[in-house]
């Protein structure tokens, strides 16, 4: 018996050590990914700036995303987190998911500064939607790769939410992700999710076209292309109508709750006025269609008569 058999067995023989596995996981997953939401944009806009910088060799620039320079090493890795406000770094104990900022109240130990209340909840939220995957699928193939599926999502969500921005290092890898899990029929045979790919982009493709053509205005970015056609190859194409109905409405609904609740966010200066991300739409409702895809189709024939 190798190692990942040995791991299953224990998984499966042992459920607590499984959904224990799993929830300590997700935190530090979450942990994790409030860097990847906060830095990867800025890792993009510093990758922009140096290209334009090589071609045209500008005299004057603005300062580079991040107060960083752009000959200083950034990335996920580097330089080590620290306090937005007195620039003090982050040690480990002060870096433990949820326990530190409840102990610290929500501030910098060093200044008083408050913590954004986004970083625990993203690793709350990852920490319980994880454990959802893991009572879904229980100790299986599919609950690894659902987790990895679901960790990119809170990632694109985030910086969507932030940047209205989907980066294809996070949208091209789910799609890869997909396909070779058609391979194996894990979700969706092979057929099926190659189709789903191509049908999930063309669609938003048209629609945005059909659009620009009639009103002159970008409705959406190629990201959400991608990200639908990345949900495809997930879900087939039989359920790509499930993945846009569910995204519209919960569009809709969150559209309407905007308008009637004002807010101090500080919005990104790229971001048009009164413009929303359609991506947070399409992973929600993509990621519920993987895991219910089938009983959603059952209810709504059944709800509507049709069988």
């Known amino acids: 018996m190798n190692i990942f058999e040995s791991t299953m067995f224990t998984f499966s023989t042992y459920p607590s050590v499984f959904y224990g596995t799993i929830l300590i996981l997700g935190l530090l997953v979450g ?48 330089p080590r987190s ?13 870096n433990i998911p949820i326990v530190s900022y409840v102990f610290k109240k929500g501030r910098c130990q060093h200044c008083n500064h408050p913590i954004p209340k986004r970083y625990p909840i993203v690793e709350a939220l990852t920490a319980l939607v994880s454990l959802w995957c893991a009572w879904h699928f229980g100790p299986t193939v599919q609950c690894g790769i659902m987790l990895i599926v679901t960790w990119i999502l809170i990632s694109a969500v985030g910086i969507d939410l932030d940047h209205m921005l989907l980066p294809d290092q996070l949208t091209l890898p789910l799609l890869w992700i997909g396909l070779l899990s058609a391979t194996q029929s894990w979700f969706v045979s092979l057929e099926d999710a190659v189709w789903g790919a191509v049908i999930g982009y063309l669609i938003l493709w048209i629609i945005y076209w059909a659009f620009k053509l009639l009103t002159g205005k970008e409705g959406m970015g190629y990201g959400d292309f991608k990200l639908l056609s990345a949900l495809g190859a997930f879900v087939g194409w039989q ?68 069988a």
């Open 82 to 94: 620290a306090c937005p406000n007195c620039k003090s770094l982050i040690t480990a104990t002060e």
């Open 239 to 306: 359920h790509l109508l499930v993945i846009i109905l569910l995204s519209s409405v919960v569009a809709i609904v969150f559209a309407l709750i905007a308008q009637a609740i004002p807010t101090n966010k500080q919005k990104d200066a790229t971001v048009p006025d009164g413009a929303f991300p359609f991506g947070p739409f399409l992973g929600i409702a993509g990621w519920l269609t993987i895991l219910y895809g089938e009983p959603i189709v059952g209810w709504y024939f059944t709800w509507t008569g049709i």
């Open 31 to 78: 942990s994790f990914l409030n860097v990847v939401i906060y830095r990867l944009p800025i890792m993009m806009q510093r990758e922009w700036q140096s290209e334009f910088i090589n071609y045209f060799a500008p005299k004057e620039l603005p300062p580079p995303p991040g107060g960083v320079a752009l000959n200083d090493e950034f990335n996920l890795a580097h």
